[in-house]
Nanobody, 126 residues
Framework: QDQVVESGGGLVQEGGSLRLSCTAS????????MAWFRQRPGKEREPVSC???????TLVDLTKGRFTVSRANSNNTMFLQISNLNPEDTAIYYC????????????????????WGRGTQVTVSS
């Protein structure tokens, strides 16, 4: 059965770090792209990063310097490491796995082929 599951969220103090994990299980997602999105309170879901089947990651500008993405293809697991957290990082972090493509083309921010996880809450206290 295909599923995407995130874990690792929680309550963190400002300045702290957190590592989120995502596992996409099911044959549909083998060698396919995976991505992180987040939805901050009162705002629309926004893209964070996209990682190709081979592990090449594209991160949006606002995350660069504090966000690091890695992928372990052996079990289709992806990680999002966030350092120096601030209250603006408070959000539900969603993982998505593509049902068709292994690549992160220019349209990855809005493609309809993402298969979504339920999200993991990250709360940063000041």
């Amino acid at each position: 059965q295909d599923q995407v599951v995130e874990s690792g969220g929680g309550l963190v103090q400002e300045g702290g770090s957190l590592r989120l994990s995502c596992t996409a299980s099911g044959s549909t997602f083998v060698n396919h792209a995976m991505a992180w999105f987040r939805q901050r309170p009162g705002k629309e879901r926004e893209p964070v990063s996209c990682t190709t089947w081979s592990g090449l990651s594209t991160l949006v500008d606002l995350t660069k310097g504090r966000f690091t993405v890695s992928r372990a293809n052996s079990n289709n697991t992806m990680f999002l490491q966030i350092s120096n957290l601030n209250p603006e990082d408070t959000a539900i972090y969603y993982c998505a796995a593509d049902t068709q493509s292994g690549y992160c083309s220019g349209s990855w921010r809005s493609r309809s082929t993402w298969y979504w996880g339920r999200g993991t809450q990250v709360t940063v206290s000041s």
